[in-house]
Structure formats: structure tokens, C-alpha cells
């Protein structure tokens, strides 16, 4: 798609995907022409807000109306499955929010749809395009530290993340299939496709349904060894939220992230240190700005490869494989054992 403008739909205007309508708004070259939501008074919100022409409550109204050359879909996980596969019908590209779907059927058959239709589907997997992750992807393919042999990747916190996301408190699963996912698939960039996957569980707060303390070891084929380990109910002060802290080794030095979002790189001796913290934009707001400014680095990623008619890293395809890792974790916290994720 080389046109000149890409009109744009998002089905879904709730908590997190005011960020999807901020940011497609900032995007050059994209114009927002629908939203939909089954709330009308958040539909309605969301269209006046972005001036949007188009307003839905019902998303197979919106495709038979409106004029898409691509689809956001901002919902949550149990309805990707049914959007996917109309955008799907209508030959429509397709991004879907994380996490894919509540099962790996789903996801098989959310990739399979897309693909029968010939049309790119994206999973919004955004912390691969958070600046710092980036920062220190980029050290890591420099060399600098040479092929990492180990690493721990952390994200604990006791923000209240149930506040603007009630329904979370009764997920049967919460922080691996919730926020683990983020982790997990920065730990594919990081060190490559995994082997085995062992994982502990504990539920802390009261009143939730399912975990919200996982702490996971993987071993990935290429040797090396990385701890995930992520937490909702972490009394710590100053609180990192939403900082995803990390420590990375490789036989020349080491590579870390510390709170603040100071990069820490030992190379041959060397150690040097850098700010890599995210601005403010007009939009965004502390302390959700990392987070925040990583929705636009993902859609401006899409937008990028849909006009170069290039494959985005995050694909259906490759969501699965970080997706597998999810579902080895809980077998493996069920079974009590290493698991080796599903092919």
C-alpha cells in the first residue's frame, strides 16, 4: 500500500486503546475514518474526541460501511477470535491486541483466517518497541557483549492495574498470560527461540482468581539461560512501574537496565552509562509515557511494512512461538516440571 493516506478503523475504545486513538492520530499519513465499540457512549466519546466520521457499535456494520485499508482491534482477548476472522473476511490487514487469544486454537485459527485471505495480521506485541528495550537490543546485536549467555528480566510492581482494568481480578489466568507475555517474548529477541520452560507461581492480593507472582526459567537452544520474573503485588518504593529492569551477560561484559531507565554497558572492561528514559509527548503522562510512547513505535511500525509490503516483526506467526512459551508455563507450574513449548 504506497498511497498517499491509509485509512484507518479501530474496533475497541476503552482504557488502553485511547492510546491506539492517540497515537494513529499522530501518525502522518493515517487517517482514523471509524471507531467502534459496543458501548455507544464510548464510541461516541472516542469519535467526537478524534473527530472520527465514522461510529459503530457493531464491527460488521463498520466493514460493510466504512472504507478500510487497515483494522486496529483493541478489545479484549475473548472477542480477537470472531473480529479477526470478519476483518479476515473482508480482506482487511489486521492488527489485534496482546494477548492473542484465550487458547492456542484460537490463535492457530486467527493465524489460519489471515493467512487464506492473503492479508497481513500483526500482533500489538509493544514492549518490543519501548525505547529502552530497544536501546539495549541494539547493544546486545552490536556485539558488544558478545552471544548472551545469560539474563534476568524483571517487572515487578504493586501499581494497582486493576483499577482501570476490573475485569483482570477474574481472569483464571492473569500475570503470565497478562504481562509475562511481554517479558517472555523479549527474552525470544534477547536470546533466541527456547528450549524449556520451568515456572513458579503465587497468588498474593486478595480477591483476584489467578496468579499474580510468576517467576520463570528458560533455557534457550542456543545455551543460555534467562530468569522472567514478573509480580502485580511488589511493595516496593519508589515503585518501577512500568520499567522493565534487566541484567544481560555475554563473555565480553554485560548489559544492564536499571531503574530510572539508566543503561549500564561493561564492554572489554569499558562501562559506560546513558539516560534512555522515554520523553513526555503531548499526550502521554507519567508513569505510563514508556508504555505509552510504545504504542506509537508499534503502529508506526505497521504502518511502515503495510507500505513497504513487508512482514512486521510481531506477525501472527511469531506471536505464536511467544505465545507457546505462555501456555509451557502454566503446564509447566501444573505439571511441576520443565516443559518444552508447543511446535
Same mark, same amino acid.
Given at each position: 500500500?504506497?498511497?498517499?493516506?491509509?485509512?484507518?478503523?479501530?474496533?475497541?475504545?476503552?482504557?488502553?486503546?485511547?492510546?491506539?486513538?492517540?497515537?494513529? *492520530?499522530?501518525?502522518?499519513?493515517?487517517?482514523?475514518? *471509524?471507531?467502534?465499540?459496543?458501548?455507544?457512549? !464510548?464510541?461516541?466519546?472516542? +469519535?467526537?474526541?478524534?473527530?472520527?466520521?465514522?461510529?459503530?457499535?457493531?464491527?460488521?456494520?463498520?466493514?460493510?460501511?466504512?472504507?478500510?485499508?487497515?483494522?486496529?482491534?483493541? #478489545?479484549?482477548?475473548?472477542?480477537?477470535?470472531?473480529?479477526?476472522?470478519? +476483518?479476515?473476511?473482508?480482506?482487511?490487514?489486521?492488527?489485534?491486541?496482546?494477548?492473542?487469544?484465550?487458547?492456542?486454537?484460537?490463535?492457530?485459527? /486467527?493465524?489460519?483466517?489471515?493467512?487464506?485471505?492473503?492479508?497481513?495480521?500483526?500482533?500489538?506485541?509493544?514492549?518490543?518497541?519501548?525505547?529502552?528495550?530497544?536501546?539495549? !537490543?541494539? &547493544?546486545?546485536?552490536?556485539? *558488544?557483549?558478545?552471544?548472551?549467555?545469560?539474563?534476568?528480566? #524483571?517487572?515487578? #510492581?504493586?501499581?494497582?492495574?486493576?483499577?482501570?482494568?476490573?475485569?483482570?481480578?477474574?481472569?483464571?489466568?492473569?500475570?503470565?498470560?497478562?504481562?509475562?507475555?511481554? &517479558?517472555?517474548?523479549?527474552?525470544?529477541?534477547?536470546?533466541?527461540? &527456547?528450549?524449556?520452560?520451568?515456572?513458579?507461581?503465587?497468588?498474593?492480593?486478595?480477591?483476584?482468581?489467578?496468579?499474580?507472582?510468576?517467576?520463570?526459567?528458560?533455557?534457550?537452544?542456543?545455551?543460555?539461560?534467562?530468569?522472567?520474573? &514478573?509480580?502485580?503485588?511488589?511493595?516496593?518504593?519508589?515503585?518501577?512501574?512500568?520499567?522493565?529492569?534487566?541484567?544481560?551477560?555475554?563473555?565480553?561484559?554485560?548489559?544492564? /537496565? $536499571?531503574?530510572? $531507565?539508566?543503561?549500564?554497558?561493561?564492554?572489554?572492561?569499558?562501562?559506560?552509562?546513558?539516560?534512555?528514559?522515554?520523553?513526555?509527548?503531548?499526550?502521554?503522562?507519567?508513569?505510563?509515557?514508556?508504555?505509552?510512547?510504545?504504542? $506509537?513505535? #508499534?503502529?508506526?511500525?505497521?504502518?511502515?511494512?503495510?507500505?513497504?509490503?513487508?512482514?512486521?516483526?510481531?506477525?501472527?506467526?511469531?506471536?505464536?512461538?511467544?505465545?507457546?512459551?505462555?501456555?509451557?508455563?502454566? !503446564?509447566?507450574?501444573?505439571?511441576?516440571?520443565?516443559?518444552?513449548?508447543?511446535?
Amino acid at each position: 500500500m504506497t498511497q498517499a493516506r491509509l485509512r484507518a478503523g479501530v474496533i475497541g475504545c476503552g482504557f488502553f486503546a485511547q492510546n491506539h486513538l492517540h497515537a494513529w *492520530a499522530t501518525i502522518p499519513g493515517v487517517d482514523l475514518v *471509524a471507531v467502534c465499540d459496543r458501548d455507544p457512549a !464510548r464510541a461516541q466519546a472516542a +469519535a467526537a474526541a478524534f473527530n472520527v466520521p465514522g461510529c459503530y457499535t457493531d464491527a460488521a456494520a463498520m466493514f460493510a460501511e466504512a472504507k478500510l485499508d487497515f483494522v486496529d482491534i483493541a #478489545t479484549t482477548m475473548p472477542t480477537h477470535r470472531a473480529l479477526v476472522e470478519l +476483518a479476515a473476511s473482508h480482506k482487511i490487514p489486521t492488527v489485534v491486541q496482546k494477548p492473542f487469544a484465550p487458547s492456542w486454537e484460537d490463535c492457530i485459527a /486467527m493465524v489460519g483466517a489471515c493467512k487464506a485471505a492473503g492479508v497481513p495480521l500483526m500482533v500489538h506485541e509493544n514492549f518490543r518497541f519501548q525505547a529502552p528495550l530497544m536501546a539495549v !537490543r541494539k &547493544v546486545i546485536e552490536s556485539g *558488544a557483549i558478545g552471544t548472551p549467555h545469560f539474563g534476568r528480566l #524483571t517487572f515487578r #510492581t504493586g501499581y494497582d492495574v486493576f483499577a482501570n482494568q476490573p475485569y483482570l481480578a477474574k481472569e483464571e489466568q492473569l500475570i503470565i498470560l497478562d504481562l509475562g507475555i511481554h &517479558v517472555l517474548d523479549m527474552a525470544r529477541v534477547y536470546f533466541g527461540e &527456547v528450549e524449556t520452560v520451568y515456572c513458579q507461581t503465587q497468588q498474593i492480593r486478595p480477591g483476584i482468581r489467578a496468579e499474580d507472582m510468576a517467576t520463570m526459567l528458560l533455557r534457550h537452544r542456543s545455551g543460555a539461560t534467562c530468569i522472567v520474573d &514478573v509480580s502485580y503485588s511488589s511493595k516496593i518504593d519508589p515503585d518501577p512501574f512500568p520499567q522493565t529492569l534487566l541484567e544481560i551477560e555475554g563473555p565480553r561484559g554485560s548489559v544492564r /537496565m $536499571l531503574r530510572g $531507565l539508566r543503561m549500564v554497558v561493561t564492554s572489554d572492561g569499558v562501562t559506560t552509562e546513558s539516560d534512555v528514559s522515554t520523553p513526555l509527548l503531548p499526550w502521554t503522562s507519567q508513569p505510563w509515557h514508556t508504555a505509552q510512547e510504545s504504542v $506509537l513505535n #508499534t503502529q508506526q511500525h505497521w504502518v511502515d511494512c503495510l507500505r513497504q509490503g513487508i512482514a512486521p516483526q510481531t506477525t501472527g506467526e511469531d506471536n505464536l512461538r511467544t505465545y507457546a512459551l505462555v501456555t509451557a508455563a502454566y !503446564r509447566s507450574q501444573a505439571e511441576r516440571r520443565a516443559v518444552a513449548p508447543q511446535a
